[in-house]
């Protein structure tokens, strides 16, 4: 490839301090939350093989507090804040992803999760395919990855865990 080409690629952007800060005040928040709860600190006395309910929030807080950590000491090596120019419609998509989710939550407890869950997942992820341009193929696309989706849930935590999902 001649140089004139390798110049006009611009780098991938790295995470800097920025994002690392953002997760870390996400795993503080989290680590609040469970060492300010007693039933979860108490499960993780109680005898036998069963490690609780506490551990899988302790496993994701501590892999959150070390990414972050990494991030920042990465951020400060290479000088660089990890903050870009944030414009009103650079939001509009993760505003829309934080209400949907919202409701899915909400409607999860009146039309189920099952409806709600593939009806989340069905619009997202047609809302997200860019790189099919003809919308029928995307829509039945994201129907079939919504039903897939919706059925791994149903086997892996329903059948196999016993986790009960809302019926509505």
Do not use: K
Not at 92 to 108: C, D, K, N, R, W
């Amino acid at each position: 490839m001649p140089d004139t080409q390798s110049n006009q690629t611009p780098a991938p952007h790295r995470p800097g301090i920025g994002a690392g800060l953002f997760f870390l005040l996400w795993a503080g928040l989290g680590w609040y939350g469970i060492l300010s709860n007693a039933p979860i600190l108490e499960s993780f006395s109680v005898p036998g093989l069963d490690p609780g309910p506490g551990v899988l929030p302790v496993m994701v807080c501590t892999a959150l507090t070390v990414g972050s950590l990494w991030m920042l000491v990465d951020g400060f090596i290479r000088s660089n804040p990890g903050l870009e120019d944030l414009s009103v419609q650079s939001l509009v998509i993760p505003v829309a992803f934080l209400l949907s989710s919202l409701a899915a939550a909400f409607l999860s407890g009146i039309i189920g999760f099952r409806i709600a869950g593939f009806l989340f997942a069905a619009v997202w992820l047609y809302q997200l395919d860019s790189r099919q341009p003809v919308r029928w193929r995307r829509g039945v696309t994201a129907l079939v990855l919504a039903a897939i989706a919706i059925a791994l849930i149903e086997i892996v935590f329903v059948q196999l865990l016993r986790v009960p999902l809302p019926q509505g």
